[in-house]
């Protein structure tokens, strides 16, 4: 959930990494810190709050170093304080450390190190674990060094690694935590992810589990566990920095809601010929294959397992197989029915969310083919998977996703649609229907996005509200689903959603005078039952927002407010009806003052269980 980044060469370290820091951000960002081999040693400055803070707190310093490591933090060991901030040094002062991951084992080494060495913790961390470890193997290898401590590691793990008395090298390690390597002209970079560096290099290397790289300016060499060297192909960057820049745009998030229609035309058109044939090039799915598939298992966390909730009854409707939607960090503890006539599906934005990779794992094991639905190239979970089916969101940078769900929907629908006219059981007109209106969903997202202006007046009059409920039938309950969670994780409104139908059963007894309710209502074979169900809530004092299709005149009667979405098929709907949900949540958010596209105690890739 950290951000770590490093750079050895010619320039000042301090700026480039100040710079990479700030592009890492939305990975963490309750401390921040740097360590800079200068002149006169190690010099570490670190600050709780946000980069600025550290910013602040060195502006007025004459800091050089042509090489150093900096940190930007999600607190999972200690609380976020100066102190806990990385980096963390061994006791020499000589070795400095920054770490995004969980060491596991670390109270056990912690205890070790206080009995052998008699050494003093500075901080809560699990990390200082790490340093203190280099630093008592060390007796001037810092390689030699690493590579013991490593040994002793349980858990996951990106580290970057310096040490004054080598101000010639750059070391990092990997396992189960991202990293990579950017390979410049006379100086050479490590980070979590590529847009910390992309202003520098476009050349990289991806880093694989167990491997530790020592970097010169001039000189990178990657090992594996076993110390041998290793040959990596090196990966070019093709999309632009600009791509994760704001834009004008207030923040990322909402940027990122008008960057819609352009994401699900290119992940359409990346996988469908002139022909409106869909072409799933590189991934392995012959109709024998599809065949002799009898179950599909979607599993993925947070709003991507929203996605798959879609994508389960997409997939069953379309390809005509039963298909389970787990949440990744359940699915690996409930000993599921998978086998090798499983198709696994992992939904992941970020490709490193540790759940949903060590389900994906469990899944494996089990013999089961993997296939995952990823916007982050080259990512874990893309590398770990058999087969991958990219979304093409681009850079996804506000914590809250939005261009990544409504691509994830695409891909199910795409690999539903493939499946069922590969098996031969999906009608031609039904096929060549999902595709046309596949294909006009940018432009009635375009037109949602026209009605802005009214979703933000609606925004001004209910984001005083405390508790906000969703609900919605069939596809509209998952969609109500993902309006919550964008609701909570970005305005701190308590927000609950629930299948309409199910309201009764319980959660009606919390609906009162002045509770707002937000009905999706855009499933027209449910429309008179979801009428119903706004009746119930309003009888009860609740004030009614809901989504319709165009010229639904009977929700209008029933609701206080309505927010219409253009004309399309009922199967269509989650495509288009989250978009106003997107609209709605991010300006409840900005009445509310919140920080929208760092929420308070998220981070955008979850890589801790
Ligand atoms: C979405 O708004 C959330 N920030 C979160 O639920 C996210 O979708 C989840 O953590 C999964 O992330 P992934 O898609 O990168 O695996």
């Given at each position: ?461 209910f984001y005083r509200r405390d508790n906000i409920f969703f609900i ?8 109500s689903?993902?309006g919550s969670?964008k609701l909570k994780?970005?305005s701190?409104i308590n927000s609950f959603a ?16 002045g509770t707002l309710v937000i ?23 609740a004030d009614?927002l ?35 949900l997107?609209?709605f949540a991010?300006?409840i ?21």
């Open positions: 959930m950290c951000g770590i980044v490093g750079y050895i060469g010619d320039e000042n370290a301090r700026d480039i990494i100040i710079d990479g820091l700030k592009r890492l951000e939305y990975r963490g960002y309750d401390s921040a810190g740097i360590a800079l081999c200068t002149e006169n040693g190690l010099v570490v400055r670190k600050r709780q709050g946000r980069i600025q803070n550290l910013e602040n707190m060195i502006a007025g310093e004459d800091l050089y170093a042509n090489l150093g490591i900096g940190h930007t933090r999600w607190a999972t060991h200690g609380a976020p304080s100066d102190r806990n901030a990385h980096p963390h040094c061994d006791r020499s002062g000589r070795i400095a450390v920054v770490h995004n991951g969980i060491i596991e084992n670390f109270m056990e080494l912690k205890e070790w190190l206080q009995k052998e060495y008699g050494i003093e913790f500075q901080s809560d961390t699990d990390t200082e674990v790490i340093a203190q470890l280099i630093g008592v193997f060390y007796s001037g290898d810092l390689e030699e060094a690493v590579f013991r401590a490593v040994e002793k590691l349980q858990g996951s793990y990106g580290l970057g690694i310096i040490c004054s008395e080598e101000p010639d090298k750059l070391i990092a390690v990997r396992r189960d935590s991202p990293l990579i390597v950017g390979l410049g002209e006379g100086c050479n970079f490590i980070a979590s992810d590529i847009p910390a560096i992309l202003r520098h290099v476009r050349k990289i290397y991806l880093i694989e589990n167990n491997e530790t790289v020592i970097l010169t300016k001039n000189d990178v060499k990657i090992y594996n566990a076993q110390r041998q060297e290793v040959h990596r192909e090196v990966f070019h960057v093709t999309w632009d920095a600009d791509a994760a820049e704001k834009e004008g745009y207030d923040h990322f998030m909402l940027k990122e809601i008008h960057e819609q229609p352009k994401g699900i035309l290119d992940t359409i058109r990346r996988r469908m010929d002139a022909d409106g044939k869909i072409v799933l090039d590189g991934i392995r799915m012959t109709k024998a294959e599809i065949e002799n598939f009898n179950k599909v298992y979607i599993v993925a966390c947070g709003t991507a397992y929203h996605a798959g909730l879609i994508g389960k009854t997409v997939i069953e409707k379309l390809a005509g197989i039963s298909v389970e939607v787990d949440i990744a960090s359940e699915f690996r503890y409930r000993e599921p029915f998978v086998d090798d006539r499983t198709l696994f599906i992992a939904i992941s934005q970020s490709g490193e969310t540790l759940d949903t990779l060590a389900a994906l794992r469990e899944a494996k094991r089990k013999g089961a083919r993997v296939l995952s639905v990823v916007n982050v190239v080259g990512s874990s979970v893309a590398r770990e998977s058999d087969d991958v089916f990219y979304t093409w969101a681009g850079p996804e940078i506000a914590v809250a996703s939005t261009k990544a769900y409504t691509t994830q929907l695409v891909c199910m629908y795409l690999i539903g649609l493939y499946m069922g006219r590969e098996k031969g059981t999906l009608p031609q007109d039904v096929y060549d229907r999902y595709i046309e209106e596949l294909l006009a969903v940018p432009e009635k997202i375009e037109k949602v996005l026209r009605q802005e202006k009214q979703i933000e007046n609606l925004a001004k009059k919605g039938r069939g596809m509209d309950s998952a969609v689903y993902e969670l994780e970005i701190y629930i299948a309409a139908g199910e309201l009764k059963h319980g959660t009606i007894a919390l609906i009162e005078e009905a999706l209502a855009t499933q027209d074979r449910l429309l008179e039952k979801m009428i119903s169900n706004i009746q119930e809530v309003r009888a009860r004092g009614v809901a989504i319709a299709k165009e010229n639904r005149t009977a929700v209008e009667q029933q609701a206080d407010d309505v927010i219409y979405i253009p004309e399309c098929m009922d199967e269509i709907t989650p495509l288009i009806s989250v978009v106003p997107q609209i991010y300006y958010a900005k009445q509310r003052g919140c920080d929208i596209d760092k929420p308070k105690n998220l981070a955008k890739s979850v890589t801790v269980e």
